[in-house]
C-alpha cells in the first residue's frame, strides 16, 4: 500500500504535467502562459519547488537529534523570503534574466562571471541535491525494508522516468498542486497523531525526560556502523545471536543488525550526539552534537539560509513566471505566509518522536522520524495509512525539489559552460546529472539531510547573495570585484564545507566555524566585492543598468 | 483551424541562451532617457530607503529573539498550556511577525514605486 501511495504521486505528477500541455492549444499560449500566473498562484508554486525533503523529514529529524533549537531550520527558510521580497524579487524580474549567470551578464556584461556564476550554481545544486536523493532513498528503505542503495537508486529512476516522460516540466501549476499535496500529507497526520497519542504522550513531549533507560523492550535496526559505549551492564538480544549481557565498554553495531534492548536497560552513549530529551535538548538554541557556542551556531545557520535563498537556481526561475516586477515581489511576500504554515508542524514530529522513538538516535535514523511515527502509534491499518501518506508526501517533496534542480543544474552545464546548445544536448545532461546524484548519494548515508541542505544555503549566501544584493542597488560594483567577491566566497564556503568531509576540526569553536561558516564567509565576500570594485571604474553605462532594474514596467518609456 | 508552423517548445531558459547563440551578438548597452532616469534616481534611493528598513527589522527580529532566549533560561520554565514559552517564541512566535513585516515591506516598496503627484 505505501509503495502504491508513492507510485500513485509519481503517476499524478506525470499525468497533470501531461494533461496540462495538451490542454494548451498552441506554442505561443504555451509561451506567454506565465505571463498571467497570479501572485497566489506563483506562491504556491514557489513554495511547492522550495519544500524539500529536507523540510518535509529533514527538519523533524534535526529536532530529533539536536534538540528544539533546530526549529531555528524553518524559521531561516521562511525569513529568506522577505530578503527575496525586500532585495531581489522585484528587480530581478525586471532584468529579464532567469539566472544568476544571466543576471551576471545583464547586468556587468562580463562572459567570464557568467562561467564563474554556473560553477556556482553546479556547486549549490549538487549540495542541494545529493540530500534530496539520500532522503527519498531512506523513505523507500523504511516502508520497504530494503538496503539503501536499492531505495537511491530507485529513486534516481523516478526522477528520471518523470523527466523522460515530461512530467512537471516548468509547469507553475503542476508545482502548485504539489505545495498543497505536501500541506496535506504533512499537517493531517500531524494533527491525527496528536489526537492518536493520548494525553500522557502529550504531557511527556511538552515536558521531555532524557533518554536514559528503554521504558520497553526497544528493538533498534542499525542502518549504518554506529560506535555505542555501554557504561553499565545492559542486558541485549542482537538480531540473530542469543540474548546476552554487555559489560561497560565500546561496542559497534554493524549496519543492518538489529539490537533489542530489554525494558529498563540504561541507553548507550553515541559519540556526538545528545540524548533526546535532556535539559539541552529541551534548550531553544541550535546546539548541534553538543558542540557548545548554540548562539554562535544558531546565528551562523540564520545567515545562511536567509541570505541564501535569493541565490537558489530553482527558485530563482520560479520568480520568471511572475507578470513583471510587482508580481515578484507579491509572489516572494505570499510565499512567507505560505511557508509558515508548513512550518509550524516540523516541531510537532520532532518533539513527539523524542518521546515515542527516541531509540532512533541510537541507529543514526533521526531522519526517519516523520515516516516512522504512525506506525509507532497504531499498529493497525491506520498506522499503515498515515505512514502511506507521509512517505507518499515526502516523496512528491523529493520530486518536485530535484526536478527543479536537475533543470537548473543542467541548464548551467549546457547554457552557460558549455558552447553551443541544444535541446537533444539539454536532456542528456540532464539524465547524466541524475546518474552523477544517484552516484554521490550512495556513499551519504550517514550525512543528515537538513545540514547538508544548508551547506548549500552557506554557498548561495556567500556567492550569489553579494553579487544580487550589490548588483542590484549599488552602481559602483565593477565585473572584476564581483568575480573576486565570489570566488573568495566560494573557496570560504564550498571549500571550507569540502574540506570538513576530510579533515575533522576539533570539537568547539573551530568545529562550528568551518563547518557553519557563513557567519564569516558572508560578510568577508561583501567586503572584498567592495573593496576590489572601489579600487577598480565602473563602465559609464554601469548606472543606467542599475537604476533601469528599479524603474516601474508600467511607466517605463523604453521597452526593451 | 489553420495550419500553424512548428515549434519546438522548450524552457525559457534555453531559449534564451539559443537566441544568444543565434546571433552571437552581445547585449546592447543599456540605456535609459533623461526623464527616466531622474524618476529612476528617485524610486532607487526610496526603494533603497524601505529595503534596508525591512531588513534591519527582520534583523532585529532573528538576531533578538536568540538573545532574548539566550539571555532568559527561565522562559524555559515558563509554560502556557503546558508548552513552554521559549518553544513557543521559536516555534510558533515568529511566523506571524515574518507575515506581517512581509505585509509592511510589500506595502512601503509599491507605495515608493507610485508617481508622487498621486497621494
Redesign the interface.
Known amino acids: 500500500m505505501i509503495v502504491a501511495a508513492i507510485v500513485l504521486v509519481v503517476l499524478v505528477t506525470v499525468l497533470i504535467g501531461a494533461r496540462g500541455v495538451a490542454a494548451i492549444r498552441s506554442t505561443s499560449d504555451f509561451l506567454v502562459a506565465s505571463r498571467r500566473i497570479s501572485p497566489a498562484l506563483n506562491a504556491a508554486a514557489v513554495s511547492g519547488e522550495y519544500l524539500s525533503a529536507a523540510s518535509f523529514l529533514g527538519v523533524a529529524g534535526l529536532v530529533l537529534k539536536d534538540g528544539i533549537g533546530a526549529l531555528w531550520y524553518g524559521v531561516g527558510f521562511t525569513a529568506g523570503y522577505i530578503a527575496m521580497l525586500a532585495l531581489v524579487a522585484a528587480p530581478m524580474r525586471r532584468t529579464g534574466a532567469l539566472t544568476v549567470p544571466d543576471f551576471a551578464e545583464a547586468r556587468l556584461g562580463s562572459a567570464g562571471l557568467r562561467r564563474l556564476s554556473g560553477v556556482v550554481v553546479l556547486v549549490i545544486a549538487t549540495l542541494y541535491l545529493v540530500p534530496q536523493f539520500k532522503a527519498a532513498g531512506l523513505v523507500l528503505t523504511v516502508v520497504s525494508g530494503t538496503p539503501y542503495w536499492v531505495g537511491v537508486v530507485v529513486a534516481g529512476a523516478a526522477v528520471s522516468i518523470t523527466l523522460a516522460l515530461g512530467g512537471m516540466r516548468a509547469a507553475t501549476y503542476v508545482q502548485a498542486f504539489q505545495f498543497g499535496l505536501k500541506l496535506l500529507l504533512f499537517i493531517v497526520p500531524a494533527i491525527w497523531l496528536v489526537l492518536q497519542v493520548g494525553a500522557d504522550t502529550r504531557r511527556e513531549a511538552l515536558a521531555p525526560v532524557e533518554f536514559t533507560r528503554f521504558e520497553r523492550p526497544s528493538p533498534v535496526e542499525f542502518r549504518l556502523d554506529v560506535e555505542l559505549t555501554v557504561t553499565e551492564p545492559t542486558p541485549v538480544t542482537v538480531s540473530g545471536r542469543p540474548p546476552e549481557v554487555l559489560a561497560p565498554g565500546r561496542y559497534g553495531a554493524s549496519a543492518g543488525s538489529t539490537w533489542t534492548f530489554a525494558e529498563g536497560a540504561a541507553v548507550p552513549e553515541v559519540a556526538g550526539s545528545l540524548p533526546p530529551g535532556g535539559a539541552d535538548w529541551a534548550r531553544p538554541l541550535l546546539n548541534p552534537d553538543g558542540a557548545g557556542h548554540p548562539m554562535l551556531a544558531t546565528m551562523s545557520l540564520l545567515v545562511a539560509t536567509v541570505l541564501g535563498t535569493m541565490g537558489l537556481p530553482h527558485i530563482l526561475v520560479r520568480f520568471h513566471t511572475s507578470s513583471d516586477g510587482r508580481g515578484a515581489r507579491r509572489t516572494a511576500a505570499i510565499t512567507v505566509a505560505l511557508l509558515s504554515v508548513f512550518y509550524l508542524f516540523p516541531g510537532v514530529y520532532g518533539a513527539l518522536g523524542a518521546v515515542l522513538l527516541p531509540e532512533l538516535y541510537l541507529a543514526g535514523g533521526t531522519d526517519t522520524v516523520v515516516v516512522a511515527l504512525p506506525a509507532r502509534v497504531d499498529s493497525g491499518w491506520l498506522g499503515t495509512l498515515f505512514t502511506a501518506l507521509l512517505s507518499a508526501g515526502a516523496f512528491a517533496a523529493f520530486l518536485a525539489t530535484s526536478l527543479g534542480l536537475l533543470l537548473a543544474l543542467s541548464g548551467a552545464v549546457s547554457h552557460d559552460l558549455l558552447p553551443g546548445v541544444t535541446v537533444r544536448r539539454l536532456r542528456l545532461t540532464t539524465l547524466g546529472a541524475a546518474v552523477f546524484m544517484v552516484a554521490l548519494a550512495l556513499p551519504a548515508a550517514h550525512l543528515d539531510v537538513g545540514a547538508l541542505v544548508t551547506s548549500g544555503f552557506a554557498v548561495a549566501a556567500s556567492t550569489f547573495c553579494p553579487l544580487l544584493v550589490l548588483g542590484i542597488w549599488w552602481a559602483r560594483l565593477t565585473a572584476q570585484g564581483a568575480v573576486v567577491g565570489m570566488l573568495v566566497g566560494l573557496v570560504s564556503s564550498a571549500g571550507v564545507i569540502g574540506a570538513s568531509f576530510f579533515v575533522t576540526a576539533p570539537p568547539g569553536l573551530a568545529a562550528i566555524l568551518l563547518g557553519q561558516p557563513a557567519l564569516w564567509s558572508v560578510p568577508l565576500a561583501f567586503v572584498t566585492m567592495v573593496l576590489v570594485s572601489l579600487r577598480g571604474r565602473p563602465p559609464a553605462w554601469a548606472s543606467a543598468a542599475m537604476l533601469r532594474l528599479h524603474l516601474d514596467e508600467t511607466e517605463h518609456s523604453h521597452r526593451r | 483551424m489553420t495550419r500553424?508552423r512548428r515549434?519546438?517548445?522548450?524552457?525559457?531558459?534555453?531559449r534564451?541562451?539559443?537566441a544568444r547563440?543565434r546571433t552571437g551578438a552581445?547585449?546592447q548597452?543599456?540605456?535609459?532617457?533623461p526623464?527616466?532616469?531622474e524618476?529612476?534616481?528617485r524610486?532607487?534611493r526610496a526603494?533603497?530607503r524601505?529595503?534596508l528598513g525591512?531588513?534591519a527589522l527582520?534583523a532585529v527580529?532573528?538576531?533578538g529573539l536568540?538573545?532574548l532566549?539566550?539571555a532568559f533560561?527561565g522562559l524555559?520554565g515558563v509554560?502556557v498550556a503546558?508548552?513552554?514559552v521559549?518553544?513557543l517564541?521559536?516555534?510558533?512566535l515568529?511566523?506571524?511577525a515574518?507575515?506581517l513585516?512581509?505585509?509592511w515591506?510589500?506595502r512601503r516598496?509599491?507605495r515608493a514605486?507610485r508617481?508622487r503627484e498621486l497621494p
Not at chain 2, 515549434?7 to 534555453?14: D, E, R
Not at chain 2, 548597452?29 to 532617457?33: M, R
Not at chain 2, 517564541?89 to 510558533?92: C, D, H, I, R, S
Request: hydrophobic residues 55%.
Open positions: 500553424q515549434v519546438a517548445v522548450t524552457s525559457p531558459q534555453t534564451l541562451a539559443m547563440h552581445r547585449m548597452l543599456p540605456h535609459l532617457a526623464a527616466d532616469l524618476r529612476a534616481r524610486i532607487h526603494q533603497l524601505a529595503a525591512a531588513v527582520l527580529l532573528i538576531i536568540p538573545v532566549l539566550a533560561p524555559d509554560r503546558g508548552v513552554p521559549s518553544w517564541a521559536l516555534g510558533v515568529p511566523y506571524p515574518l507575515v513585516l512581509a505585509r515591506q510589500l516598496a509599491e514605486e508617481p
